[in-house]
């Protein structure tokens, strides 16, 4: 059985900087794509960023430049490194795997005041 547990949300000022973490079991974030996900009130979810098996990795354009993505294979952990918070990036952060499903955590709150 495939799990997820993200941690590491919270409340921010403007300009401040978060890490978020996604811990896994039941499968292996090097050996398939990962990522994260995000959905703010009244707004459609959104792509962040994601990680490939391979490492390669993808940003949403509001994101490029503040935001990385990385892996610790001996943790089985992904994080996405958040800088620079904005309130736009306000919002519900779900990390996702696409191994035989697409499985997801079950999300973790950023609020980034201004």
């Known amino acids: 059985q495939v799990q997820l547990m993200e941690s590491g949300g919270g409340l921010v000022q403007a300009g401040g900087s978060l890490r978020l973490s996604c811990a896994a079991s039941?499968?292996?974030?090097?050996?398939?794509?990962s990522g994260w996900y995000r959905q703010a009130p009244g707004k459609q979810r959104e792509l962040v960023a994601s990680?490939?098996?391979?490492?390669?990795?993808n940003y949403a354009d509001s994101v490029k430049g503040r935001f990385t993505i990385n892996r610790d294979n001996a943790k089985n952990t992904v994080y996405l490194q958040m800088n620079s918070l904005k309130p736009d990036d306000t919002a519900v952060y779900y990390c996702?795997?696409?191994?035989?499903?697409?499985?997801w955590g079950q999300g973790t709150q950023v609020t980034v005041s201004s």
């Open positions: 996702f795997v696409i191994s035989d499903s697409t499985y």
């Open positions: 990680i490939s098996r391979w490492s390669g990795t």
């Open positions: 039941g499968t292996t974030f090097s050996d398939n794509d």
